[in-house]
């Protein structure tokens, strides 16, 4: 049995200052950890990624006492990435296509959804390109895997954890 040793366990309001202390926290803790470089800039990219999805998606709602949430922790052998937050409920069906759409991809697959992605002329008439999860994907070399568990008839809380193996 694996020991997990957690590195990161944040809930609570993620706002620009919030954000610095934990990808602070972050990156003075891998620092330490004697792995290969690379994997400790995917972390880092990563934990980027996930921290800006809660700023730009979350959603607050005074009926519920939900906070976004973000947990670092290493395995034996990697490292799981875990993020939550509260979304609207009209977002779910759009997140899960793409994510979906992500899901079993092979790296050049990944690397041309990207670059046609980033190269759509209409990309601001998208609300949230995908980018950040195709990232996501492209810097894990594996699958997201991910939850949406009703809240109420308005929102979900949207759970995604992202394994970086090394």
């Known amino acids: 049995m694996s020991k997990t040793r957690t ?8 706002e620009f200052k919030t954000t610095e202390i934990l990808l602070q926290k972050v990156k003075n803790d891998l620092e330490t ?4 470089k690379v994997i400790k800039k995917r972390v880092y990219n990563i934990m980027v990624e996930c921290i800006e999805n809660i700023l730009k998606h979350h ?3 005074s009926y519920t006492n939900i906070h976004p949430y ?3 922790e290493q ?5 799981l990435i875990t993020a939550g937050n509260l979304i609207s409920n009209d977002e779910v069906d759009i997140l899960k296509r793409k994510l979906n759409n992500t899901k079993n991809q092979d790296k050049a697959t990944l690397v041309e959804m990207y670059e046609n992605q980033i190269n ?6 998208d609300k949230g390109a995908g980018l950040g999860i195709i990232t996501m994907a492209l810097q894990a070399n594996s699958r997201l895997n991910y939850s949406f568990t009703p809240v109420n008839k308005q929102t979900s809380i ?6 970086v193996p090394f």
Request: negative net charge.
């Open 75 to 79: 395995e034996s052998d990697k490292y």
């Open 33 to 36: 950890h004697s792995i290969k």
């Open 70 to 72: 973000i947990i670092l």
């Open 7 to 14: 590195i990161l366990n944040y809930r609570g309001a993620i």
């Open 59 to 61: 959603i607050a709602d």
């Open 120 to 125: 759509k002329e209409n990309i601001l008439l």
């Open 158 to 163: 949207f759970e995604l954890q992202v394994t």
